[in-house]
């Protein structure tokens, strides 16, 4: 514990994870009861930056015509089309002598999930590996900037960090597209069903080495992280034992995986024998010889409460805050948890009484977390509505997707790459949380990134300026400019501070923004609003949300 909290008296433990808490900041007692207060600007950024990547001003304003329930209906009940498959952007491939080898499987701009990359060379075959990991990235970057009015996208990334698969482990760009599109076709789905289809996902399987577990030798990898980091977690109402554990790798002994990278179960390898799991599991007793001991098994598991409760904590801290305390465990996750199993472990019943709670509206629990990369990045470059290519476009869309993955990836959030079997440290990692995102080496390259789109002219600050109510007014325009920016309010007297140092030249008469901005006074509007918004974005306001 920090010696000042300690002698402050300003932290608890929280029994629901056993963590300390730091209580100086936070007091709320709100519920899941129908959020029926303002429905402005303000709650509807909220919303979206919470749900999608950005919130812009064309989606705030579509949903200004609705109610806050209607909203996140629209947003959970989108229909989003199956994508089309990542292409091969790449050319030819050099062996060890420098001779130059053509991708045979697949020609350029055509899908490669479907050729299993089977060259005798192990240096070509590595290097088209790799390429196809990198068009996946690709990809998955273009259809976060493409994204529609909807929560699939970031209900995506979400199962990523639950799971956690990690490409330096598995090392096959087929098994981890075949990975991410079961998370992307079932993001919305079922969370029981979709950890069955996990647990024998060939990705999963090499991942934390179910391919390698037999009855000669059972491998407990997956075994104890499914329990510990995927389904009831480590609080202190988790009480599965480490012969849980064991027993639990015995029933899964057996999966492998054929060289079309399909899972199937191997008899020879697996346990037949009867497995009896602790008085957590209500002694339960599992045997068989088949595919049917699996989904036994997370029946199993998610006939305990506490695994209900410990999903609805990794929603809650992925779309609302980064900790929960008693009042929280007993207002939202409790009765979160009865609803996801008395729903039959669909997660959109949940999602949806969380996102139109009081509690998710609360002011409490506004701007008070730090963006992560991504939403940094692509929020921006969506909110300043910054033309992209299709995400087809494998010539001239994936070179700029390139850009918004490898910029999120030297913040520290690589997809394809969480940086450990728990995902990103910034949903769980106390006492620091999101404050993991911003240190020495990644405060400079989010202000790099800003400060290029400004000077590169990326981002058109002048058409964002523009499309406020009443541009040449200085006061309004930094009023709807922050409002859409900035999810925690400026002062007034910063506010006072930006106009009289961007806009009107410290001249204190508001007549030399308006004439400028009327006359079109391209020298002057230009460099007044370069100048502002590489300051706003280099704010700590920006980077909240």
């Not at 109610?67 to 091969?88: F, K, M, Q, T």
């Not at 790449?90 to 479907?114: F, M, P, R």
């Not at 899972?263 to 088949?290: E, Q």
């Not at 404050?435 to 400060?451: G, Y």
Request: one cysteine or more; proline letters at 5%.
């Amino acid at each position: 514990m920090d010696r000042r909290s300690f002698l402050t008296g300003v932290t608890k433990k929280i029994p629901a994870t056993g963590k300390i808490q730091d209580t100086r900041y936070r007091n709320t007692d709100s519920g899941l009861t129908a959020y029926s207060g303002n429905w402005t600007r303000n709650e509807i950024s909220h919303l979206l930056k919470r749900t999608m990547f950005g919130a812009k001003k064309s989606d705030i304003d579509y949903f200004l015509g609705m109610s806050a329930s209607e909203a996140v209906d629209e947003l959970l009940n989108a229909v989003i089309p199956s994508p089309s498959p990542p292409l091969r952007d790449y050319g030819l491939i050099s062996d060890e002598d420098g001779v130059l080898h053509d991708d045979k499987g697949v020609a350029q701009g055509q899908t490669w999930v479907n050729d299993y990359n089977t060259l005798s060379d192990p240096v070509v075959k590595g290097s088209i590996n790799r390429l196809r990991i990198e068009s996946l990235r690709k990809w998955w970057a273009g259809l976060i900037v493409h994204q529609n009015r909807s929560i699939w996208e970031k209900m995506v990334l979400f199962w990523h960090h639950h799971f956690s698969v990690q490409v330096e482990e598995v090392d096959n760009a087929t098994m981890m597209w075949k990975h991410h599109n079961l998370l992307r076709t079932n993001a919305l789905g079922n969370v029981k069903q979709l950890v069955k289809e996990v647990t024998i996902d060939p990705a999963m399987l090499i991942h934390l080495n179910g391919y390698l577990n037999s009855k000669q030798a059972p491998d407990e990898n997956y075994a104890r992280e499914m329990q510990e980091l995927f389904t009831v977690g480590k609080g202190p109402d988790s009480a599965y034992t480490e012969n849980d554990v064991i027993t639990a790798a015995r029933v899964l002994t057996g999966w492998r995986i054929d060289n079309t990278y399909t899972a199937y179960l191997d008899s020879n390898s697996h346990d037949t024998g009867s497995k009896t799991f602790s008085s957590f599991y209500n002694n339960t007793t599992i045997s068989g010889s088949g595919q049917s001991e699996v989904s036994d098994l997370v029946d199993m598991i998610y006939s305990t409460t506490e695994a209900a409760r410990f999903f609805c904590r990794k929603l809650y801290t992925w779309f609302v805050y980064y900790q929960v305390d008693e009042t929280v465990e007993t207002n939202i996750i409790v009765p979160l948890g009865e609803m996801l199993i008395s729903n039959g472990f669909d997660v959109k019943p949940v999602l949806s009484a969380l996102l139109k709670s009081e509690h998710f509206f609360d002011p409490e629990n506004q701007a008070c977390s730090i963006k992560s990369p991504l939403d940094m990045i692509a929020g921006t470059l969506r909110e300043f509505n910054v033309p992209f290519p299709p995400y087809t476009d494998y010539i001239n869309g994936y070179p700029l997707f390139y850009a918004v993955y490898g910029k999120a990836s030297a913040m520290q959030e690589t997809l394809l790459q969480p940086p450990d079997v728990s995902g990103w440290q910034a949903y769980y990692q106390d006492p620091m949380f999101y404050e993991i995102w911003v240190n020495s080496n990644s405060l400079p390259k989010r202000a790099d990134f800003t400060d290029a789109l400004v000077e590169d002219n990326v981002i058109d600050y002048r058409a964002f300026a523009g499309n406020t109510s009443n541009p040449a007014d200085p006061n309004q325009l930094i009023d709807e400019v922050t409002e859409l920016l900035l999810r925690y309010p400026l002062s007034g007297n910063s506010k006072l501070y930006i106009k009289n140092r961007f806009l009107i030249n410290n001249t204190g008469n508001d007549a030399t923004w308006t004439n400028a901005w009327n006359s079109n006074n391209n020298a002057v509007i230009n460099s007044s609003l370069s100048a502002l918004f590489k300051f706003m974005m280099n704010l700590p306001e920006f980077h909240l949300c």
